[in-house]
């Protein structure tokens, strides 16, 4: 006996389900790209500025995601911590500070800063070496 997969209802309810979840799948990606658009609008057309310094450099409020200078970078915790503390050193006026006081205080075990950043494209760019030998600070003008 052959039957007719449209003539089965729980293969009927089960089609029926898939293309509502498909339907509901399509609402969610245009909703979200909907809100996302509203705020890049909003964003541009107020004087909001959120932690930022302009249109050089921005941050996250946990340092995970950065913005500079037409880049984006995705950080690890322990690199979010360090650019966090060479953003506070910045924004206190002492930009540069040892590779050893920042690899301490985020408890990274290196003698290289580089170490950190291996490989990764805020190196060179976003973080550089200071003045002195050993020293480290933000590409940011002071």
């Keep these: ?3 007719d997969a449209k003539d089965n209802p729980v293969i009927t309810e089960f089609l029926q389900l898939v293309e509502r979840l498909r339907q509901s799948a399509q609402d969610s990606q245009k909703t979200i790209a909907d809100i996302e658009n509203m705020l890049n609008i909003l964003l541009k057309n107020s004087n909001i500025n959120l932690q930022n310094t302009g249109d050089i450099f921005s941050h996250s409020p946990d ?8 880049s984006k970078y995705s950080l690890t915790t322990a ?7 060479l953003y506070e050193q910045w924004k206190n006026k002492t ?11 985020i408890g990274y075990y290196s ?21 002195t030998r050993g020293t480290y600070r933000l590409n940011i003008a002071d």
Aim: hydrophobic share 35%; net charge positive; with cysteine.
């Design 1 to 3: 006996m052959n039957h």
């Design 63 to 70: 340092f995970r995601s950065i913005y500079y200078k037409s």
């Design 79 to 85: 690199q979010a911590s360090c650019v966090q503390i």
């Design 95 to 105: 930009p540069e500070i040892s590779a050893e006081y920042i690899l301490t205080t």
């Design 111 to 131: 003698q290289r800063l580089s170490d950190l950043f291996k490989k990764h494209s805020a190196w060179g760019k976003l973080i550089i070496s200071g003045n």
